[in-house]
């Protein structure tokens, strides 16, 4: 954790100024409780608040000059395919996918429920934990807050409760460890075997938190690949366990297995 962009916290106090910059971000973590609950929110909505959203979002950035019924329909999937795979874990067998993150637009970096015109959150009453949590961050030791020193609220109004603080990050330790008993309790399940560190580090898997953007454009070649196992059937083994949860969704999520599927089939090739 850089010590320019976050301080530990000592009492100081804070108050939301509803600037809006923490709704331009990345990598912001959400559990698979979360995105059910977003999922859930996002269903009591109706075509003419979609409409209005999109409208709003749309005129504000000055991207969408023209605003018209498909790119609405475009706009509004996305929002329902709001999340996507963040961190992987490679096994012989398998690839899965540790948690997953709000899905942010590359170019502008905003949040795709935030509403620029007004400030305000599409989801508000669902919206993840991280983000009622900001500026305050979970930091590597959890006996500490650390918070983001860019964010204007800060010394304004009153120290919030410490306690509640504390309260937050145990409340995020459990639902992010949900997440991992999944992992864990599917690997143990299927005995799969880990493919040796080195040759994950060897494949920039490790980094592809960076890399998303990157790996989404790119394309999986199956014609190229030496392996008497076919893609679908790779596949259906690496989501299994998301499908069965119905957190995986259809498009964003594949790209990304491709670039996994292509990194296991060298491995194999330099095997043999
Ligand atoms: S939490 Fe901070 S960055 Fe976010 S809207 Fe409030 S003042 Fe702005
Ligand atoms: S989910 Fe809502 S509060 Fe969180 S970053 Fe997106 S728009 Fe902002």
């Known amino acids: 954790m850089g010590n320019e962009i976050y301080a530990k916290w000592k009492g100081e106090s804070f108050e939301c100024q509803r600037c809006g910059s923490c709704c331009y971000r990345q990598n912001l973590i959400v559990s698979t409780a979360e995105?059910?609950?977003?999922?859930?929110?996002?269903?009591?909505?109706?075509?003419?608040?979609?409409e209005q959203f999109i409208r709003d979002c749309c005129t504000c950035t000055g991207r969408l000059i023209e605003y018209d019924k498909k790119l609405e329909a475009q706009y509004r999937n996305t929002l329902f395919n709001f999340y996507m795979p963040f961190g992987l874990e490679c096994f012989e067998e398998a690839t899965l996918v540790h948690n997953h993150i709000i899905h942010f637009y590359p170019t502008t970096k905003r949040?795709?429920?935030?509403?620029?015109?007004?400030?305000?959150?599409?989801?508000?009453?669902?919206?993840?934990?991280?983000c009622k949590f900001y500026p305050f961050v979970v930091a590597e030791n959890i006996n500490d807050i650390n918070y983001e020193k860019s964010c204007?609220?800060?010394?304004?109004?009153?120290?919030?409760?410490?306690r509640k603080l504390h309260e937050t990050i145990e409340t995020y330790g459990q639902l992010i460890g949900e997440d991992i008993k999944l992992v864990v309790k599917y690997v143990a399940d299927?005995?799969?075997?880990?493919?040796?560190?080195?040759?994950?580090?060897?494949?920039?898997?490790?980094?592809?938190e960076q890399r998303l953007d990157k790996l989404l454009a790119?394309?999986?070649?199956?014609?190229?690949?030496?392996?008497?196992?076919?893609?679908?059937?790779?596949?259906r083994k690496l989501i299994d366990p998301y499908v069965e949860l119905k957190i995986i969704p259809s498009s964003i999520p594949i790209?990304?297995?491709?670039?996994?599927?292509?990194?296991?089939?060298?491995?194999?090739?330099?095997?043999?």
């Open 35 to 50: 995105i059910k609950a977003i999922l859930a929110h996002l269903k009591t909505k109706n075509s003419g608040q979609f």
């Open 111 to 130: 949040c795709v429920f935030h509403n620029p015109l007004e400030t305000s959150c599409f989801i508000y009453p669902a919206r993840p934990l991280l």
């Open 152 to 162: 204007p609220g800060m010394g304004h109004g009153s120290p919030p409760n410490e």
């Open 190 to 208: 299927k005995k799969l075997k880990p493919i040796k560190k080195d040759l994950i580090k060897e494949s920039g898997l490790t980094n592809l």
């Open 218 to 235: 790119s394309r999986f070649k199956e014609e190229k690949a030496d392996s008497k196992e076919s893609f679908p059937e790779y596949y």
């Open 255 to 272: 790209e990304i297995m491709k670039k996994a599927f292509d990194f296991q089939i060298s491995q194999r090739n330099k095997v043999k």
